[in-house]
């Protein structure tokens, strides 16, 4: 049995065991592959992969350069973990829940420049979306830029939910050679913050400033984000977002 056939056996048993969890019934192609690490080179700095599986995309990104070192690779599965740690020693193979992402030490290694997504975001939680986009931005530098691929007709992250974040979503194109054809998108921030900046924005409410750090706000609150034209849209949201410094003012809701 080959390589490619043994990966494509893995990834359909991985499938059929999960099908919400693993993306596809079988492994990327090559032209998906390219297309996912366009932007990505040596000077890309670490690169954190989510759900490499069989290790697809971690292949090309070597191709791109990046060293196998400062590949940080997130995998669920126990059996695509353990094929990852045989195919790639040097890289750093966790076991974990993408969703923990925020809680992952990564000292001593370079800068995150960019995160590539394999995961199926299209199937999870809203709430999980936003809590793997969240961790993901916690480690990238602010220059940083998330990568994810999509089955689907449009962005596979919800406008609202880039709102919140104060993210932005870029189409970069889409392959008709991968089974089946998919679109990559660049996911990066709106404006990243410059080195003389302050790390958060005072907030006003009732008239107050109010810091992002304090907790005693209330349950509902009426957001609006202010874009540079002057106008903006706005969002209610029951527990305000970890990224409320991406917010101008805010004041109370009356529901």
Not at 19 to 26: D, G, K, M, Q, T
Not at 61 to 76: D, K, P, S
Not at 80 to 104: C, V
């Amino acid at each position: 049995m080959t390589n490619r056939t043994a990966d494509a056996f893995l990834f359909f048993r991985a499938w059929l065991s999960a099908p919400l969890r693993v993306a596809s019934v079988i492994p990327s192609g090559r032209a998906l592959s390219s297309l996912m690490t366009a932007e990505i080179s040596a000077k890309t700095g670490t690169v954190i992969e989510l759900g490499p599986g069989t290790g697809v995309f971690t292949k090309a990104l070597l191709h791109r350069g990046v060293a196998e070192e400062n590949l940080v690779l997130i995998e669920y599965g126990a059996d695509f973990a353990t094929q990852l740690s045989l195919r790639f020693p040097t890289a750093r193979i966790i076991e974990m829940d993408a969703a923990k992402l925020r809680k992952l030490p990564l000292q001593g290694s370079a800068p995150v420049g960019a995160v590539v997504s394999g995961l199926p975001l299209l199937s999870m939680p809203m709430r999980k979306v936003h809590t793997i986009l969240e961790g993901a931005f916690s480690h990238l530098r602010h220059d940083g830029v998330f990568y994810q691929f999509t089955f689907g007709p449009r962005c596979p992250i919800a406008r609202p939910l880039l709102d919140r974040l104060g993210l932005k979503a870029r189409y970069i194109g889409c392959t008709l050679a991968n089974i089946p054809p998919a679109a990559v998108y660049r996911i990066s921030r709106r404006r990243p913050r410059r080195a003389f900046e302050p790390a958060h924005q005072d907030l006003l409410f009732d008239g107050q400033k109010i810091h992002p750090s304090q907790q005693q706000l209330p349950a509902w609150l009426f957001l609006f984000q202010l874009n540079p034209a002057g106008t903006g849209h706005s969002i209610t949201a029951r527990r305000v977002p970890s990224a409320l410094s991406q917010w101008d003012y805010a004041w109370p809701c009356m529901l």
